[in-house]
């Protein structure tokens, strides 16, 4: 079946430090990508997505890119705002499971200022 | 709130008792889903529907029923709570099968005696 693999946190970072969260992925078919944010107390909403391989994903500085070849889907983000601190899930969508959704574990991050 | 609402946002329940969490969306949408969160877990899918009158099992199915009588409602039924049903419970949708984006509610906070 499908699963995804996210880095363990909690990751607490100082303002303005460089973010990774690397996520990597199992499927049988050709899955659609996310990343969900959480933010204390909220449900989870979209943070960005690819559809397909070498696909970007952009939102609010936060990037990631599609690796068909070692099924990743790393999130990145240049410089971290204490307003970033929430737990990240990767999540894969698979259209042949009749659409449902595999999520990882969550990340958590901490944003000191 | 994603156009999802979700009713009680906070129960206690004692073992063997019974209660109905439900999950509506005003977004016309096809699919919903029922998941359960749990700490270092991620989101596990009770159970989902992929339109009015339509259920099906997810992860983790045992315990609960579903109903999606009306398109705009989805309800989960605990018959006789458990302590291991002690958890948050998110309700999610979506507009069909190609679009695949899913919006969440805010969580039902549910603790079982």
């Known amino acids: 079946g499908n699963s995804v693999t996210q880095m363990e946190g909690p990751v607490t970072l100082s303002e303005e430090a460089f973010l990774t969260i690397n996520c990597t992925y199992t499927?049988?078919?050709?899955?659609?990508l996310f990343w969900y944010v959480q933010y204390p107390g909220e449900g989870l909403q979209l943070l960005l997505k690819a559809t397909k391989a070498d696909d970007k994903g952009s939102n609010k500085g936060f990037e990631a890119t599609y690796r068909k070849e070692t099924t990743s889907f790393h999130l990145e983000k240049g410089s971290v705002q204490v307003s970033d601190s929430a737990v990240y899930f990767c999540?894969?969508?698979?259209?042949?499971?009749?659409?449902?959704?595999?999520f990882g574990d969550g990340t958590t991050l901490t944003v000191k200022p | 709130n994603a156009g999802v609402t979700q009713t009680p946002k906070f129960r206690v329940l004692k073992t063997g008792q019974s209660m109905t969490l439900l999950c509506a969306q005003d977004m016309n949408h096809e699919y919903m889903y029922w998941y359960r969160q749990d700490p270092g877990m991620g989101l596990r899918l009770i159970h989902y529907s992929v339109g009015e009158g339509t259920t099906a099992k997810g992860e983790v199915p045992d315990g609960y029923n579903v109903s999606r009588l009306k398109k705009q409602n989805f309800l989960l039924g605990l018959e006789s709570a458990a302590p291991s049903q002690t958890s948050v419970y998110f309700c999610a949708h979506k507009e069909s099968l190609a679009q695949e984006t899913q919006y969440f509610g805010p969580g039902t906070r549910l603790l079982v005696l």
């Open positions: 999540a894969l969508s698979d259209r042949a499971n009749a659409g449902k959704s595999t």
């Open positions: 499927a049988t078919g050709y899955p659609s």
